[in-house]
DNA sequence: ACCTGAACACCGTTCAAGT
DNA sequence: ACCTGAACACCGTTCAAGT
């Protein structure tokens, strides 16, 4: 609710898409809201708080988002087309990446709520993308589906991850192709 | 050449491979290797040359090792069936990650020359997919060839970045099953 | 309720000094 | 040639103090 607690939040988000959660620090984070390093501990007592509170919100927007572009795109298909297009906007975005992948990726220096977050991220397009999976093919069981939804969630990821590493948003376009081609998504 | 260079490298591996780049510092490195914080500068002026050394040295290593599997698995198809097994290997040791799989993360932070080496390991592996992809297919030309290995290259990056989020190597291998379901890799 | 300055132990880096 | 202690500006964190 707090204004200076979202701003904390909204300046801390880009700065994990870019910096990850090591690179986030309070100073910088600080200068950009407009107060002092130590003011952004009455809001979060903690990094751990502040980067749980930010991996919520994350999911949380990211399950709106996707909700969103399933009512947009009620035909599944056409849904499940548009799907890459959530991680391409992080590299549009000054070659930004989803900030969950970037704390996979830190895993190992996570506090246990952080990594619960980052979970629950996952969970959260797993479930989507079974769902949506689903509805477009009938005969499909639930597991079969799922299964199919980490695959589809880890290569998307993994495109994005590639492409930043050579700030080539083309190559993420390239390789979603390769992905329609070979069917692991619809083309 | 050095064996304290050696053992700062080794050392540095391990555990970029868990922590990163920035996660990487000098004064544990230091205490593992039995020297003072100081006294790695001698041997890399700057982190960065640090990062860079290693780097390099991960992807020289890692191009030795597909060359080997490519020697003792003369079938495409059998070398290409092993592949996976490259990436597991990290997972199997403590959840690590591949080490530029991480450092393609932190993209932003990396020195230029650090950044180099990362892109040569993807092209390493990009390389050497498509000309196993191209012996197993004598029909596929060259930039087919290329782009289903950037395709496979990302593809299996993801599903380790999504295993190590979760600490949970059977879904690396549920996840490569899928891949190889839908034929992205052979079966 | 919200913010701050000052202090703490920690980082990479430098450098003069050791052997 | 190789290593070190001490210092520097930087981190997250704490806390007493302000309004």
């Given at each position: 609710m707090s204004e200076?607690?979202?701003?904390?939040?909204?300046?801390?988000?880009?700065?994990a898409q870019a910096h990850g959660y090591s690179g986030l620090n309070f100073r910088d984070l600080a200068a950009e809201v407009g107060i002092k390093s130590a003011s952004i501990h009455y809001h979060f007592p903690t990094k751990a708080d502040l980067g749980a509170a930010l991996a919520r919100r994350y999911w949380e927007d990211s399950a709106a988002e996707?909700?969103?572009?399933?009512?947009?795109?009620?035909?599944?298909?056409s849904a499940l087309r548009k799907y890459p297009e959530v991680f391409r906007k992080a590299l549009a975005n000054d070659n930004?990446?989803?900030?969950?992948?970037?704390?996979?990726?830190e895993y190992d220096d996570l506090p246990a709520a952080v990594k619960a977050e980052v979970k629950a991220f996952a969970?959260?397009?797993?479930?989507?993308?079974?769902?949506?999976?689903s509805s477009a093919d009938g005969r499909a069981d639930a597991d079969t589906?799922?299964?199919?939804?980490?695959a589809i969630f880890a290569a998307i990821g993994g495109a994005q991850l590639m492409a930043r590493s050579r700030a080539d948003i083309a190559l993420f376009d390239a390789i979603v192709e390769s992905y329609r081609r070979v069917g692991l998504l619809p083309g």
């Open positions: 200076t607690r979202e701003a904390i939040l909204a300046a801390a988000r880009t700065r996707l909700e969103a572009l399933r009512g947009e795109f009620p035909d599944p298909a930004r990446m989803c900030m969950c992948g970037f704390m996979a990726a969970d959260v397009h797993v479930a989507w993308l079974a769902k949506v999976l589906a799922k299964e199919r939804a980490r």
